[in-house]
C-alpha cells in the first residue's frame, strides 16, 4: 500500500498543471488625439454612439496646441463605437460619428477631410429615378443625390458622401415605381453599392 500511494504522489508531482481559462481582455478603446487644425483644441467629448449627452470634456480643461498630440482614455467595457466632438478656438467643431477607436491607434482631428464617396450601379432593367441618402437613425433629413439626373441600367453614378458619417440609410427609386431600401449601410467600409 505505501508504495501505491508513493506511485500516486509522484504521477500527481510531476503531471502537467493545468491553468484555469483567462477570459478574454475587453479592446482597449483608448487612443492618442492628433491635432492637424491652424487653431488650439479647447474642449474634446468622446460619449458612446448615439448619446444625447457628450458628457465631460476629455482635456479636462487643457487646451491642445496646433500640431499637438494627446493621449485620451476611455473605459475598456467593450464598448468601441464612439461619437468624438472636437472644439477649436474661435468656437467651430469637428463632429465625427461612429468611429471604432477600438481599431485605430491616433484620431486626427482640424485636417481637411479625406474626399468619401460612394460608387453605385445600377444593376436593374429599368433606370434609377431617385437615390435619397441620410445618416442612419432617426432625426436626419434625407438628400438627393441624383437631383434630376437617372441612371440607366447597367451604368454607375458616383455622388460625394456627405459629412463624417458612415452609416447611412438609402432609398432607390426605379422608373417603374419600384423602390428598394437599405438600412444603416456602412459606406466607408463598403464605398461599392449595387442596386436592382
Not at 468601441?80 to 472636437?86: E, F, G
Not at 442612419?136 to 437631383?147: E, I, R, S
Request: include cysteine.
Amino acid at each position: 500500500m505505501p508504495i501505491l500511494r508513493t506511485t500516486l504522489f509522484a504521477v500527481l508531482l510531476f503531471a502537467p498543471a493545468v491553468a484555469p481559462a483567462q477570459p478574454a481582455a475587453a479592446p482597449n478603446p483608448s487612443f492618442n488625439l492628433l491635432n492637424h487644425a491652424d487653431t488650439a483644441v479647447t474642449a474634446f467629448f468622446a460619449t458612446p454612439a448615439g448619446r444625447a449627452n457628450w458628457g465631460r470634456d476629455r482635456l479636462d480643461g487643457k487646451t491642445l496646441a496646433a500640431g499637438g498630440k494627446a493621449p485620451i482614455r476611455l473605459p475598456a467595457d467593450g464598448n468601441c463605437i464612439y461619437d468624438l466632438r472636437a472644439v477649436f478656438t474661435g468656437g467651430h467643431e469637428d463632429v465625427q460619428h461612429e468611429v471604432n477607436v477600438c481599431k485605430v491607434e491616433d484620431v486626427t482631428v482640424g485636417g481637411a477631410p479625406a474626399a468619401r464617396e460612394l460608387r453605385l450601379h445600377n444593376g436593374g432593367s429599368v433606370a434609377l429615378t431617385k437615390l435619397l441618402l441620410r445618416p442612419a437613425g432617426a432625426g436626419h433629413k434625407p438628400v438627393n443625390l441624383t437631383q434630376d439626373k437617372q441612371i440607366a441600367p447597367g451604368a454607375e453614378g458616383r455622388f460625394d458622401l456627405p459629412g463624417s458619417d458612415c452609416l447611412f440609410d438609402l432609398r432607390a427609386t426605379f422608373a417603374d415605381g419600384r423602390t428598394l431600401e437599405k438600412h444603416a449601410a456602412d459606406l466607408c467600409k463598403s464605398p461599392d453599392l449595387s442596386v436592382q
